[in-house]
């Protein structure tokens, strides 16, 4: 091991390569669910360094577990407990390559972090419009690595939607050159997408180029208080029906997540009286202020003389407007604050939500009295993330302990039964492997294991995780 050591750290430099110390912000994963401890910490600089990284893991028959801001939520970005896996952060890898402003793209480098790279776009005069709560930590190369989803995807899509190409190093250390700009290229096997969402099981992501769009002239946010799921669902319908493609956020928050919300960090303002739902609307306008006003104030005036909303509120100002959305952001770390949960990060046809949460509320409410289920998410993309919290005075770890397997059945049956996905956003990594072993059409896991083979024969690359 001391040779594989040496040999990296000739190659790295002292700066590259973290071996002693406190590891533990590369060891333990963001929700402090899994605590691991690495071999090493390689940081290479540049893509050539990783390439050297993999031909000498490949080598001495290294495992290696691809970082980016470790904010992932389903264990894939940080090593297991036996010390021999090496944790590969490409946090130093930190450039913007270029930006073309004719051809509406940018190429950056892996370790970007992903506000650095919308600064970048704005800076250009133009939008880059993945977005979500953990944009201060995650990094590009990550993103890509997990197909982030984020408060977007309504109007934008997911990161591959927004990627055009890929540079990759492979599991033996060769480089793969495929940042191309193009928006059509027909030559044979798209192996761009087949990196995007492998969270690092395939290959390591050195770089990307990505889709850029004009700014909106104006960015308008509103809360609106809905009294059910089914009221959240016409208004949906309602926005894209008065607003078309000017509904770029669709966010919905259950009176329980905003609850936990108030007890966890009560610092932040609720502008609506509680709901049982809170829907959070935002329209991004390539007219002007007022046109986009108008728009807003109808489509309000409209769902409230329908009866689908309650009461509503348009943010007068641009603090305000951060203002709501800080309050949904705050979600996942009011949760994290209240400890570990039972995560469900689903996707399901619109159409099928509402039932769906009636129906699985009562299913737990009677499993366990006293659950609480914080439900929240991307409604206008079909994702919730329907949470479920221990009762009052009972223990997170013995709670999951004692109930996670129980209540992960009760949700992705259901989840199931309706044509839905058990990880819309988040991935597989070590959470969910056994659950996707289950439950993933067999013919597609077969041909995901031999996609595997083929391209990490050695078993180095994130081993353990997604497959
Ligand atoms: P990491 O956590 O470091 O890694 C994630 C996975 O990708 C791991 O399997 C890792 O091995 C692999 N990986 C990382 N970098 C590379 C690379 N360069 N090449 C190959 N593999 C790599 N996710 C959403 O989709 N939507 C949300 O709205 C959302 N909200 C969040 C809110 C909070 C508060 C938090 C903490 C997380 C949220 N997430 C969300 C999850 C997380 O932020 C995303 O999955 C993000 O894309 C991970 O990026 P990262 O750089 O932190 O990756």
């Keep these: 091991m001391s040779t594989f050591l040496d040999a990296l750290r000739e190659r790295l430099g002292e700066a590259g390569l973290l071996t002693a110390g406190d590891l533990s912000a ?8 899994y605590v691991g401890k690495a071999l090493a910490v390689a940081r290479p600089a540049s893509t050539e360094e990783v390439a050297a990284v993999m031909r000498l ?5 290294i495992a290696v577990v691809p970082q980016g801001g470790n904010t992932g939520l389903v264990g894939g970005s940080t090593p297991d407990d036996s010390g021999r896996q090496l944790v590969l952060s490409l946090s130093r890898m930190k ?6 402003v004719a051809n509406a793209s ?39 690595a997990t197909n982030a989803g984020g408060t977007q995807v ?23 050159q495929g940042l191309s700009g193009l928006r059509k290229d027909n030559t044979g096997y798209d192996l761009r997408d087949l990196f995007i969402g492998s969270e690092g099981t395939l290959g390591i992501i050195t770089a990307a180029t990505m889709k850029l769009y004009p700014q909106p002239k104006e960015r ?76 807003f104030e109808g489509l309000l005036e409209m769902a409230l003389e329908r009866g689908c909303v309650q009461d509503a509120a348009i943010a007068q100002n641009i603090q305000q407007a951060k203002a709501f959305w800080h309050l949904r952001e705050s979600i996942p770390l009011a949760q994290a604050q209240a400890g570990l949960n039972i995560k469900h990060d689903i996707s399901l046809p619109v159409s099928a939500i509402p039932a769906f949460v009636t129906e699985m509320d009562a299913a737990l409410a009677a499993y366990l009295p006293g659950i609480a289920v914080i439900d929240f998410g991307h409604l206008g993309d079909g994702n919730l993330h329907y949470n479920v919290q221990a009762p009052a005075g009972v223990a997170p770890a013995a709670f999951l302990g004692a109930h996670e397997a129980a209540i992960n059945a009760l949700v992705y049956d259901a989840v199931q039964q309706r044509g839905g996905s058990i990880s819309a956003e988040h991935g597989i990594g070590r959470l969910k ?15 995901m294991r031999s996609i595997k083979r083929a391209l990490d024969p050695l078993d180095l690359l994130n081993p353990g995780r997604l497959v």
């Design 57 to 61: 893991c490949h080598q001495h028959r």
């Design 154 to 176: 309504l109007r934008y899509g997911n990161a591959r939607e927004l990627c055009l190409g890929l540079q990759v190093v492979t599991a033996t250390g060769e480089i793969w």
């Design 26 to 33: 590369y060891e333990n994963d963001w929700r402090k669910r």
């Design 106 to 144: 940018l190429t950056a480098e892996a370790g970007c972090v992903l506000a650095e790279v919308q600064a970048a776009a704005a800076g250009a005069g133009l939008l880059f419009p993945l977005s979500l709560a953990a944009e201060g930590s995650c990094m590009l190369g990550g993103n890509l």
């Design 95 to 100: 450039r913007i390559r270029g930006i073309d």
């Design 220 to 295: 308008l946010t509103a809360l609106a208080a809905c009294a059910s799921m089914d009221d959240a669902v016409a208004l949906l319908g309602l926005a894209r029906e008065r607003a078309g493609d000017a509904l770029t956020g669709f966010e919905v928050m259950n009176r329980a997540s905003l609850a936990l919300v108030a007890r966890e960090l009560p610092q932040l303002a609720q502008p609506l009286g509680a709901a049982e739902w809170t829907v959070l609307l935002e329209l991004s306008d390539a007219e002007s202020a007022e046109h986009a006003r108008n728009v």
């Design 433 to 447: 492997r056994e659950e996707l072993a289950q439950r993933k059409d067999p013919t597609a896991l077969a041909l």
